[in-house]
C-alpha cells in the first residue's frame, strides 16, 4: 500500500503562488509515476500534471502550460506543484495519484490522497 499526503492548500487572490506537497509513504518503490489532479465544484476531476519518479517523463495540462511546475525530491518522497499566477478558474480541490505502471488517463492512477483546497479570489 502507499500512503499520499497533500499540504500546501489555501485561500490567495488571483496572480499569487502556492506551492502543493505530496508526501508518500509505505511501498512507494512500487510506484511509477506521480500525478496532480484538481477536481471544481460541479465539474469532474481533471488531470493537472504528472511526473516519473526517474524525472524523465513530465506532462501539464494544456490550461496549466508556463504556469504550474511539477518537480519530485525522491530522498523524500514528495511531489511539488509550484502554481503561480493562479486565476480564480483554478480553485478547485487538489489530489495526488500514484501509478504504478505508466498513467494515461485518471483509472490509470492506483493510489490517491485525500485532496487540499486551493480557493483563488477575483
Known amino acids: 500500500q502507499v500512503q499520499l499526503v497533500e499540504s500546501g492548500g489555501g485561500l490567495l487572490q488571483a496572480g499569487g503562488s502556492l506551492r502543493l506537497s505530496c508526501a508518500a509513504s509505505g511501498r512507494t518503490s512500487s510506484t511509477y509515476a506521480m500525478g496532480w489532479f484538481r477536481q471544481a465544484p460541479g465539474k469532474e476531476r481533471e488531470f493537472v500534471a504528472r511526473i516519473t519518479w526517474s524525472g524523465t517523463w513530465i506532462d501539464y495540462a494544456d490550461f496549466v502550460k508556463g504556469r504550474f511546475t511539477i518537480s519530485r525530491d525522491n530522498a523524500k518522497k514528495t511531489v511539488y506543484l509550484q502554481m503561480n499566477t493562479l486565476k480564480p478558474e483554478d480553485t478547485a480541490v487538489y489530489y495526488c495519484?500514484?501509478?504504478?505502471?505508466?498513467?494515461?488517463?485518471?483509472?490509470?492512477?492506483?493510489?490517491w490522497g485525500q485532496g487540499t483546497q486551493v480557493a483563488v479570489s477575483a
Open positions: 495519484a500514484a501509478s504504478v505502471r505508466v498513467p494515461v488517463v485518471a483509472t490509470d492512477y492506483d493510489y
